[in-house]
């Protein structure tokens, strides 16, 4: 099934293309074609989901504790029903003052995973089964989710906070996981699979200023290497430009270059075989959010293969982790005729999307008025914001707060 939106310019990491029909940005394309059923109506029995939190609660200890700012909690190996696509609630605890927490999945290839419900303190929901009778669902979370999420392949992260909205995630919390694959007849399938578990918290309030570390992949793209890369012209300036937009928030980006095993030409398709494997492949990489510059990035549909700029692993992407499914960010270098140099801003829009940001608004289409962020401050059609959803080379603000979000960011560390 295919779904044309009049959508804009700049490829957007926010929402996967291939396989939910829901927001498809690139840089060329106006109208452009997105691979997968409309999530409009969601198939399958949601009230069987929704009941099937039957009291049966797994509880699963602390397994890793780091004294100060943050911890990593692993909840082990979880599975889930193949009749329903949900796994039984998960309860963990999370000490006084965690300030942020991110929980992630991670499961087979072909498999997309969703955080189902999210019950936080033992208090609010945070996410309610509900959220996939919705509009975007199961591509994106919005009516049901008081934190926006979005789905995505073999491995999802969920956010909370990623707007400015009370919230105590002090002491117990509940997660369900949901699970899907699409079958050759564009139906949505509920998984059985086994999937993995981990929550990364953060324990202090944001920081006021800290470091982040990137580290710049270069697959050969453009004949740059690491070795060449600190005084090819470009590539420094794009740092450059990369540093001015962070540092704006008291933001140091630290980076690192890096050589990599990897394909120069990538495509965006129904399985993103591609992308996973060129994510893969940064591993070894320093600890890091891993930023791969390759010649082209294509969706591939039915007719000519479209140019994009860049697409991100999540918002927010796989926590502090290198070398898995969703661990990175994808730039394409390749100058399209008649568009200006933008690599700087695509970088650090594509990093925007990995640390939790979405689109300040997207772009309209028939579903209606357009879909925008739950931050009250980004100005919404203002182009002038790093995270607009077509941005120009003078798309270069962060608001205070986006800078909230990106500060409580466990990829942050003290200065």
Known sequence: MRIVRQLGQFASPCIRLVAQGVVCLLITAVAIACTGPLAATPDGDTSAIDG?????TQELALAETTPGRL???DLGEIALDPLTGSSKPVAFSLPTGTASAAVTTSGPTGVHLALLRWQSGGGPYLIVPSWLAGPFAPALCVDGCTFRQAERPEQQVALAPNAPLPVNLAGKNEIIVYGYTWSTAAKRLPSGATVRVTVDAVLAPPLSKGRLSINICLTGAGGITAALAPNHARIA???AVVREI????????AVTFVDVNAAQFVRHDADDSDITELFKS???SPLGINVFLV???NLETDGAPQAMSGLSGGIPGPIRQRGSAQAGVVVAIKLQPGQPDRLGVAIAHEIGHYLGLFHTEEPPSARGPPLADQLTDTGKGEDGNL????PQAHSKVITAQQ????????WLDLD
Do not use: C, N, T
């Open 52 to 56: 099937h939190g039957d009291g049966q």
């Open 71 to 73: 911890f990593h909690l």
């Open 237 to 239: 300036e794009a740092v």
């Open 246 to 253: 962070f540092a704006a928030i008291a933001v140091d980006i």
């Open 282 to 284: 940064g591993a070894h």
């Open 295 to 297: 010649q082209e990035l």
């Open 387 to 390: 995270m607009y959803w077509s």
């Open 403 to 410: 800078a909230a979000v990106i500060r409580q960011s466990p």
